[in-house]
């Protein structure tokens, strides 16, 4: 039974009066659906591909791209859904809604005394979603994470990127991870 997707709206007129006994089981998967937490994605970086590195991060921000698998994606179960992409390593929201994004990695730095910035971007603008870490000496291993609502409108295009404040290390990630969750 394919979903017939519906506005919040619309639902609510027609399931607020069933007099007429008019409500089937299409109109009913139609509202589950509609209504539903849904729209899943999600990107990692797996240690079976070994380590994953971003030559030369400076004052630029650039795309962390070190994911190799998708976790999951919902954009084929439903409309609700969310599309990961291992091409442009971003996520893309299925429908206009409220997102969670999360974002988290362990990473070393080819250079010390470093301060690394990652910062979420919808549509190639950054957001207020960043967060920094100071590397003093380049063989430790840092941790980072990020997560924020996002209101979000169908096909806008997320990712997470990174950027350091002087000189240009290479950053090598043990672990990466991006993922979002529609709410509402």
């Known amino acids: 039974m394919p979903q017939t997707e519906r506005t919040l709206p619309e639902l609510e007129a027609l399931l607020a009066d069933n007099v007429l006994k008019d409500i089937g089981a299409q109109d009913l998967r139609d509202a589950v659906l509609a209504t539903a937490l849904g729209g899943y994605a999600g990107l990692i970086h797996t240690l079976a591909s070994g380590v994953g590195i ?17 976790t999951a994606r919902s954009a084929a179960v439903h409309t609700n859904g969310a599309e990961a992409s291992l091409v442009s390593s971003a996520l893309i929201p299925g429908v206009t809604g409220t997102y969670a994004l999360t974002f988290g990695g362990a990473f070393t730095a080819s250079q010390n005394n470093r301060k690394i910035i990652f910062r979420a971007f919808v549509n190639g603008v950054g957001t207020d979603l960043e967060t920094e870490r100071f590397f003093s000496t380049g063989s430790n291993i840092a941790s980072v994470s990020l997560g924020g609502l996002f209101q979000l409108t169908a096909a806008d295009v997320i990712d997470v990127r990174v950027s350091a404040t002087t000189g240009a290390p290479d950053l090598s990630f043990v672990s990466a991870g991006l993922s979002m969750f529609r709410v509402g």
Do not use: E, S
């Open 54 to 70: 971003i030559v030369g991060v400076d004052a630029t921000p650039v795309v962390v791209d070190v994911y190799d698998l998708i």
